[in-house]
């Protein structure tokens, strides 16, 4: 996971409650993501962006806003935090020389932030 | 999308070889095949990747059926270390835009 941090590492809401979990990548690379892992599950694909100032929605991006003001930093907020939105979040940054475009998929992951949402 | 079937759990000796096996029977012919694997407590792990033709890379072997419906990734020599779970993954060609996640293959090595 050298290069790409996530903060806080542990995170506990209450239910109505906002947050912003962090994620910056020191790799200089230009598309980073967002996934969401419950329990016992696969990831999930919550926002991604493809370069610094775009973003795009993933495949559960509801109750989630995301912001990439700088190539470094890729941010992830909820607004009003539900229980549902319980889970372990792992941002990830692709392989330098790839794009959003290419043909196979190299991303490096995060250590993740497990928030909890009661 | 074209989905993968992997068993699972499975087990293995340390010191012995794996193969993890992965179905995908509606694999397209411009579909990548990918496996990462997640330690406990970590975040997922690039193992290999490939089209067509068998690979190796430092980590995994990947061996792709001549028909591309099913693929197996092989660990040479299993080692505690490699205990984690293992995703089989298609991509589409063109598009890095995400990685699909199943469930995986829960691989645990005895010692």
């Known amino acids: 996971n050298a290069g790409v941090t996530q903060t806080p590492k542990f995170q506990v809401l209450k239910t109505g409650q906002s947050m912003t979990l962090q994620c910056a990548q020191d790799?200089?690379?230009?598309?980073m993501y967002w996934y969401r892992q419950d329990p016992g599950m696969g990831l999930r694909l919550i926002y991604y962006s493809a370069s610094e100032g775009t973003t795009d929605k993933g495949e559960v991006p509801n109750g989630y806003n995301v912001s990439r003001l700088n190539k470094r930093e890729f941010s992830l907020r909820l607004e009003s935090a539900a229980p549902s939105q319980t889970s372990v979040y792992f941002c990830?940054?692709?392989?330098?020389?790839?794009?959003?475009?290419?043909?196979?998929?190299?991303?490096?992951f995060g250590p993740g932030t497990r928030l909890t949402v009661l | 999308d074209a989905k993968t079937t992997q068993p699972n759990s499975m087990e293995s000796n340390e010191e012995e070889p794996v193969h993890l096996p992965c179905n995908h029977s509606t694999i397209s012919g411009t579909d990548y095949i990918h496996w990462y694997r997640q330690l406990p407590s970590q975040g997922p792990e690039y193992v290999i990747h490939g089209l067509t033709s068998n690979v190796n890379n430092r980590m995994a072997s990947l061996a792709i059926a001549e028909d591309r419906k099913s693929s197996t990734l092989i660990l040479h020599r299993a080692t505690l270390r490699d205990a984690a779970v293992y995703y089989c993954i298609l991509t589409k060609s063109g598009s890095a835009r995400q990685l699909t996640f199943g469930s995986g293959t829960q691989l645990t090595v005895l010692p």
């Open positions: 790799m200089n690379h230009n598309s």
């Open positions: 990830a940054v692709l392989l330098p020389g790839l794009t959003v475009y290419s043909s196979y998929n190299e991303q490096f």
